[in-house]
């Protein structure tokens, strides 16, 4: 590259935040040196087995692809997703090019507005209290955000919309009317509406509904995007197995662009994602799993002086003690608790941290009993 043009030009990492994670390392190292060792609750990275119906599946498949997978998916996948959707999420009327595989949601959160080609001149709306994520694939393209939790008071006319429910951090549910607001609300500005329903399986206090819904979307998926992972539904966050479904030519035009990229999920990981979307028992195993550790760690953190809010979904506690959440991860890290502070999700956040519930049963029956000492 000529060494003029590449000093002219602003690198892309420059528009972008900083990693949030890397502000905690002083915390861990803290909460590491606890004579009872570290309970690492600030990540959402499941702890418990992959289930068998989809390792079975993964080892069956390693000796047939030797050739290239294709973008789209297998049929056998695609019809795994279709029957999903219908049977779990009431999304009736999909058919195969209603839907497209991607690798690992993350990445489709990160690159949609630059797929959807959104530039400076566009807003993107975000949640007030977010995923960081988001923010991130519109400062890529440098479009501008918004964040906002109530459809009439976006300041504007957005290109995307995204909302998240049960949501990442706080685990809040938005119930049938907010989502039929949102969606009314997308078709009269002309926006895409991305719905992220990747904890939809984990609903404690409300039930969680899709936006592919009939009865939210009025049977039409006209600007649509739902998306879904098997991450924390099926503990396959390793496999990077994920996909969106909705507005048909928005996911086929989607489906050329990453053709063009090579945006392929490996061919054995394509039927392991089959397999475990045909299987919901391990689902209702992995449930109990998370129902029992918020069951025990929820009231330990109330007993510590915590105040729980939201939390009705997702495998997060939203906690707060009133006071800075810098403050509170310190106060944690002492007792050897490692929590994720709320600032890492927006401005509005900064008296709460997040506590997974994504750590073994020694590790939550640990913090449980820290807390309570």
């Given at each position: 590259?000529?060494?003029?043009?590449?000093?002219?030009?602003?690198?892309?990492?420059?528009?972008?935040p900083?990693?949030?994670?890397?502000?905690?390392?002083?915390?861990?190292?803290?909460?590491?040196?606890?004579?009872?060792g570290?309970?690492?609750?600030?990540?959402?990275t499941?702890?418990d087995?992959?289930?068998?119906?989809?390792?079975?599946?993964l080892v069956?498949?390693?000796e047939?692809w030797a050739?290239?997978?294709?973008?789209?998916?297998?049929?056998?996948?695609?019809?795994?997703?279709?029957?999903?959707?219908e049977?779990?999420?009431?999304?009736?009327?999909?058919?195969?090019?209603?839907?497209?595989?991607?690798?690992g949601?993350?990445e489709?959160?990160?690159?949609?507005?630059?797929q959807?080609?959104?530039?400076p001149?566009?807003?993107?709306?975000?949640?007030?209290t977010?995923?960081?994520?988001?923010?991130?694939?519109?400062?890529?393209?440098?479009?501008?955000?918004?964040?906002?939790?109530?459809?009439?008071?976006?300041?504007?006319?957005?290109?995307?919309?995204?909302?998240?429910?049960?949501?990442?951090?706080?685990?809040?549910?938005?119930?049938?009317?907010?989502?039929?607001?949102?969606?009314?609300?997308?078709?009269?500005?002309g926006?895409?509406?991305?719905?992220?329903?990747?904890?939809g399986?984990?609903?404690?206090?409300?039930?969680?509904?899709?936006?592919?819904?009939?009865d939210?979307c009025?049977g039409?998926?006209?600007?649509?995007?739902?998306?879904h992972?098997?991450?924390?539904?099926?503990?396959?966050?390793?496999?990077?197995?994920?996909?969106?479904?909705?507005?048909?030519?928005?996911?086929?035009e989607?489906?050329?662009?990453?053709?063009?990229?090579?945006?392929?999920?490996?061919?054995?990981?394509?039927?392991?994602?089959?397999?475990?979307?045909?299987?919901h028992?391990?689902?209702?195993?992995?449930?109990?799993?998370?129902?029992?550790r918020r069951?025990?760690?929820?009231?330990?953190?109330?007993?510590?002086?915590?105040?729980?809010?939201?939390?009705?979904?997702?495998?997060?506690?939203?906690a707060?003690r009133?006071?800075?959440?810098?403050?509170?991860v310190?106060w944690?890290?002492?007792?050897?608790?490692l929590?994720?502070?709320?600032?890492?999700?927006?401005?509005?956040s900064?008296?709460?941290?997040?506590?997974?519930?994504?750590?073994?049963?020694?590790?939550?029956?640990?913090?449980a009993?820290?807390?309570r000492?």
């Open positions: 590259m000529n060494s003029s043009t590449s000093s002219s030009r602003a690198p892309l990492a420059a528009r972008l900083d990693f949030p994670w890397d502000s905690l390392a002083g915390a861990k190292a803290t909460a590491q040196a606890h004579p009872g570290i309970c690492d609750l600030s990540v959402g499941p702890v087995p992959t289930p068998a119906v989809a390792r079975e599946a069956a498949a390693a047939r050739g290239y997978p294709t973008v789209w998916g297998t049929p056998a996948l695609r019809a795994a997703i279709l029957g999903y959707l049977r779990r999420w009431k999304a009736a009327g999909l058919g195969e090019r209603n839907v497209l595989p991607v690798v949601t993350k489709l959160v990160a690159w949609l507005p630059t959807l080609g959104l530039g001149d566009d807003l993107v709306v975000i949640p007030g977010a995923y960081p994520t988001y923010e991130v694939g519109a400062a890529i393209v440098g479009a501008r955000i918004q964040r906002c939790d109530d459809p009439a008071q976006v300041d504007g006319t957005p290109a995307l919309v995204w909302i998240n429910s049960p949501a990442n951090p706080h685990g809040a549910i938005l119930d049938p009317d907010e989502l039929r607001a949102w969606v009314s609300f997308a078709r009269e500005s926006a895409v509406l991305a719905s992220d329903e990747c904890y399986e984990f609903g404690w206090q409300a039930e969680p509904c899709s936006v592919l819904d009939a939210i009025g039409s998926f006209d600007g649509l995007l739902a998306v992972s098997l991450s924390k539904r099926s503990n396959m966050a390793g496999y990077r197995g994920g996909f969106v479904a909705g507005d048909e030519q928005l996911c086929m989607l489906l050329e662009l990453r053709k063009h990229g090579g945006m392929m999920l490996p061919g054995p990981v394509q039927e392991a994602m089959a397999a475990a979307l045909d299987d028992a391990h689902v209702e195993e992995q449930r109990e799993r998370y129902l029992a069951a025990l760690l929820k009231p330990a953190l109330e007993s510590a002086g915590f105040t729980i809010d939201h939390s009705e979904g997702s495998l997060y506690l939203w707060t009133g006071e800075d959440c810098r403050r509170t310190d944690l890290a002492e007792r050897g608790i929590a994720a502070p709320g600032d890492f999700y927006g401005s509005q900064g008296q709460h941290v997040r506590i997974a519930l994504t750590a073994t049963d020694e590790r939550i029956a640990a913090a009993e820290r807390l000492g």
